[in-house]
């Protein structure tokens, strides 16, 4: 529990500093009594099989999330505090407590600065954005990723040429993995204490800068974004220890430029957005500038078969440049959404959908249907299921293979780089010498590398591999408060 | 006698039922003007064949522009799981009309294509295009008769959409011929039956000047649904800026 903050002491420290700045502001200013909102909802999710890593078949989720809302100066400022936690029945990684927002707001007639922990969005696209840099992903909370708060400081200048929003971005936090007990799961922990930002990638103060102008002409909106600063999406990888099995995060320094067209014609609305990153890294390798783009349009067709019905369909492409790293899952891809919008008093709403890999034999396919079902009460029922085209590509190691053999074997593959097979062979080698081949430490080393061998084969051609037993029916009942 | 009636009906006689139409739309339109601004609650309660009733609360405000170019945000207060949603629409006289819908839940602003404009709005018994934005420039117009109703003189008139994508074919109006205000209105369907009946009562004069009502009752014939709308707490010429009505102002509605 709340191991988002304890793990970051910097970042907790400032989000106190925050909490109190704006109490501060809101006790010194405020007149009036807030508001609150809140929700609570119990999440069920069930599997139809066990997968690698986890036995579970049936998984409950506590999600709670409150607002208090305070203005004052007829609106002119404002304080808002939105905490939100998870309580999960099988992964302690999930057990989780964020602040998503706590913020203090003034408005003047040009400009409004920003103060505190914030969720920002960016991008045109709502199935993946690639531009959206601001806060740090939560993959731990969610599939798709849920926003972290971020603390910050945002003067955003309303003038005749475009919105244009300045950054200060400080306490960098680090992304959140599920754990070895959730679905999908790793395959080992995110070891956080050696997670690391290496040398020459610290921010300076700790901070990160971004930018972003946006404005219109007649149907034509776009916006230009750029960001500098430490990376959300963390290289990770193994560790290569087979004793002691980890997964470690590296945050390196990027600089990534971001742009977003929005044309309306004739119904359609046509969406563009790409984010052109350097300074990347892929298992340490630099990968040099990617680009990452998402082209589409979304169509509503209104009262469908003259009906009261309409009916949205979203079309997008998705394409990007990095080919081996497990952050683009989604690498050139089609998504094809329709939602079918009953128009009623309980905004009855049906969506399917299907993301196809444009190379491979593998994609997802998702149904959600919600509906209201009284006055503050909301029910959410999902699927989502993975078709993947599974080429076991991983060597078998065993207990009868010499070092030397694991060597040339694990090199033959080419799926380790000298260093980390260095680091393999050592903890195995040491291990072997103390114990004895035949010992029960040995047995457990050789299945951790086993693991270790199966997921690094896991390359760009069936990335999609490791969920391939994670398809789920979700039922979420929410109670709004 | 008759020939006081010979010079009252002349005037009438020199234009067609069509001019009279157009002319009584177009001085509906000029008394309208001048709001300057305008604020107010609303409430609409949903009502099912069988009486249940939903309700959904919502407040909006405008700033008149000078050309078409007026703006409105509307903000939902409930039902509690869409509240914070809100609407910002910037009208145009020589293009369509922009929207941008903030969902509270993502965070995040959406930009919409606003053509469906038959469909239902929010669930209710009132569709897109019966809620103001609709331009003078978008109906033909035909004056029908003169008549009395709850002891006041009326035009009774039919307006046509030119738009292919409305959902009526024609909307017969009740129209003050002192004021202006609107009693009443009938909506004929693309299968020219009729379709809806709207009721408007409970006006009241704000700045002298403006008749607004308390309540819309939007009755459906086919599906015996209808939709109750209240109106309150008007206000007028608060001091609303542009400013208040950017993608900005937007997200931080409430």
């Known amino acids: 529990m709340f191991s988002h903050y304890k793990k970051i002491t910097k970042t907790s420290i400032l989000v106190l500093f925050c909490v109190c700045l704006t109490l501060f502001v809101k006790q010194v200013f405020a007149s009036e009594a807030g508001e609150w909102t809140s929700e609570v909802g119990l999440e069920s999710t069930f599997y139809a099989e066990a997968s690698d890593t986890s036995d579970t078949r049936s998984n409950y989720s506590l999600v709670m999330s409150t607002e208090y809302f305070e203005d004052w100066n007829d609106g002119a400022d404002s304080f808002t505090f939105s905490p939100r936690a998870r309580l999960d029945q099988h992964d302690p990684e999930r057990n989780t407590f964020d602040i998503s927002e706590l913020s203090w707001v003034h408005v003047e007639d040009t400009w409004e600065i920003r103060t505190g922990v914030r969720e920002v969005s960016w991008g045109v696209s709502f199935m993946g954005s690639v531009v959206d840099v601001i806060n740090q992903t939560s993959l731990a909370e969610d599939l798709f990723g849920a926003k972290l708060g971020q603390p910050m400081v ?26 070895t007990k959730s679905r999908p799961g790793l395959p080992f922990e995110l070891n956080t204490d050696e997670s690391q930002i290496p040398l020459g990638n610290q921010s300076i103060y700790g901070l990160d800068y971004a930018t972003r102008w946006q404005h219109s002409w007649e149907s034509l909106e776009w916006a230009v974004s750029w960001f500098h600063g430490t990376n959300r999406s963390p290289d990770i990888d193994f560790n290569y220890n087979v004793i002691q099995p980890g997964i470690i995060s590296t945050y390196y320094q990027v600089d990534q430029l971001g742009i977003e067209l929005n044309y309306i014609w004739n119904g359609y609305n046509f969406k563009y957005e790409s984010a052109t990153v350097d300074g990347a890294k892929y298992r340490g390798d630099d990968i040099g500038i990617y680009t990452a783009g998402l082209l589409g349009f979304e169509y509503t067709w209104g009262s469908a078969f003259g009906s009261k019905y309409d009916v949205m369909w979203d079309v997008s492409y998705m394409h990007d440049d990095r080919k081996d790293s497990i952050a683009a899952i989604l690498e050139k891809d089609v998504f094809l959404i329709g939602t079918l919008n009953f128009n009623d008093e309980f905004d009855t709403r ?4 299907t993301i196809q890999d444009t190379h ?15 006055e503050s009460w909301k029910l959410d029922l999902s699927g989502i299921f993975f078709y993947v085209d599974k080429i076991d590509t991983s060597p078998e190691v065993t207990r009868q293979q010499s070092q030397a053999e694991f060597e040339r074997l694990l090199r033959d593959y080419q799926l380790f780089g000298d260093s980390d097979l260095e680091k393999i062979i050592d903890s195995l080698g040491g291990l072997i010498v103390d114990y004895g081949v035949n010992s029960p430490e040995v047995a457990a080393a050789i299945d951790n590398l086993q693991v270790i061998v199966d997921n690094v084969s896991l390359r760009s051609d069936n990335k999609l591999g490791m969920l391939e037993d994670e398809s789920f029916v979700r039922l979420m009942l929410t109670h709004y408060f | 006698m008759g ?6 009906v002349a005037p009438a006689l020199a234009e067609t039922p069509e001019e009279k139409g157009l002319k009584i739309a177009q001085d509906g339109e000029k008394v309208g003007h001048g709001w300057v601004d305008s604020s107010n609650s609303m409430k609409m309660i949903l009502i099912n064949k069988n009486g249940d009733e939903t309700v959904r609360e919502m407040h909006s405000a405008a700033k008149e522009g000078t050309n078409d170019d007026d703006k409105m945000l509307i903000v939902f207060d409930s039902p509690r799981d869409q509240k914070g949603t809100a609407l910002l629409t910037h009208g145009h006289a020589d293009q369509e009309n922009e929207q941008w819908l903030y969902l509270p839940a993502l965070k995040k602003v959406k930009k919409i294509a606003s053509k469906a404009k ?11 295009e019966d809620f103001g934005g609709a331009k003078l420039e978008n109906y033909t117009y035909k004056w029908l008769r003169d008549e009395e109703l709850n002891g006041r003189k009326v035009w009774v008139m039919e307006a046509y959409p030119k738009d292919q994508y409305s959902g009526y074919t024609k909307i017969v109006s009740w129209i003050d011929q002192e004021d202006h205000r609107q009693y009443k209105a009938e909506f004929w369907d693309r299968k020219n039956t009729h379709l809806k009946t709207l009721t408007i009562s409970g006006y009241e004069k704000f700045l002298d000047k403006f008749w607004r009502p308390a309540e819309l009752v939007m009755v459906n014939h086919q599906t015996n649904k209808s939709t109750k709308m209240q109106m309150g707490d008007f206000k007028f010429a608060s001091g609303l800026q542009d400013k208040d009505f950017t993608t900005n102002s937007l997200q931080r509605a409430r």
């Open chain 1, 154 to 179: 945002n003067l955003s200048l309303v003038r005749d040429w475009g919105i244009l929003d300045l950054y200060v971005l400080a306490g960098f936090r680090e992304a959140s993995l599920p754990g």
């Open chain 1, 350 to 353: 049906l969506t399917l959908g």
């Open chain 1, 360 to 374: 491979d034999n593998e994609g997802i396919f998702l149904v959600n249907a919600s509906r209201r079902i009284a």
């Open chain 2, 3 to 8: 020939a006081l009636v010979m010079t009252a």
């Open chain 2, 118 to 128: 038959s469909g239902p709005f929010l669930g209710s018994e009132f569709s897109f």
